[in-house]
């Protein structure tokens, strides 16, 4: 049988913020039906490669390629379409505060479809079954707690049931059972509605327990791809320094720093 064709392709994605380039040729693909982690370090360019993947920043150079559709050259109807097969659960959630959890949950159906109020309340309400929130609709988003925004923000990002969703660091600022019932939830989602998922995290345990593949990703470059055990024994003395929290050695050149100072670094 023939492999399944990829619905993430990625080839040489460079990023720049002014004269400072951030992502280094990246190149990657993701296959239907897989958790990929893409995991590294403060500032090793996971979140702009995030912005990239769903569309809110298109290539500088190389290609980012969902569903078939060149990202960096497709239209805006093209875009909008790939954005309708994809859910995406922020970081910090991004909850709309002024609606109720339902409601911020039925937005995306309200938006995009022209389904009557009734399915959409019972879509939405279906949708916080699903991550254990039955019952918190009415609730205010200030009135949860963390892992309650998480998974709220999860159920607005499946309610038009994505093919594609992406979870920016699910498990970021919460305790360990809490944590871990998230990571549980992901892989329920993954086999149950048959998503495939991509999850930007720094959170090692959470990756190792998630994760069918691993993308290391260190100050803007790819340091390998592989399963959790390959990574485990990389030989790459930069992942073990991730892997086991060491830290490395600043270096600073004087000439660098004096140009990076008055400016004048290119």
Known sequence: MNAPSPLIEVHGLQAWYGRRRILHGVDFSVVPGEIRVIMGGSGSGKSTLLRHLIGLQRPRDGSVRIFGVELGRAS??????????????????????????????????????????????????????????????????????????????????????????????????????VAAELDELILRLRDALRMTIVVVTHELESAFKIADTITVLDQGEILMTGTVGEVRASPNARIQDLLNRRPRAVQVDADTYLRRLTGEEA
């Open 76 to 177: 805006e109807r093209e875009l909008l379409a790939v954005r309708r097969k994809i859910g995406v659960s922020f970081q910090g959630g991004a909850l709309l505060t002024s609606l109720s959890v339902g409601e911020n949950v039925a937005l995306p159906l309200r938006e995009h479809t022209r389904l009557d109020e009734s399915t959409i309340r019972i879509m939405s309400r279906l949708k916080l079954e699903v991550v254990n929130l039955g019952g918190f609709q009415d609730l205010m988003p200030s009135q949860l707690s963390g892992g309650m925004v998480k998974r709220a923000a999860l159920a607005r990002a499946i309610v038009m049931d994505p093919r594609l969703l992406f979870f920016d660091e699910p498990s970021a600022g919460l305790d360990p059972v």
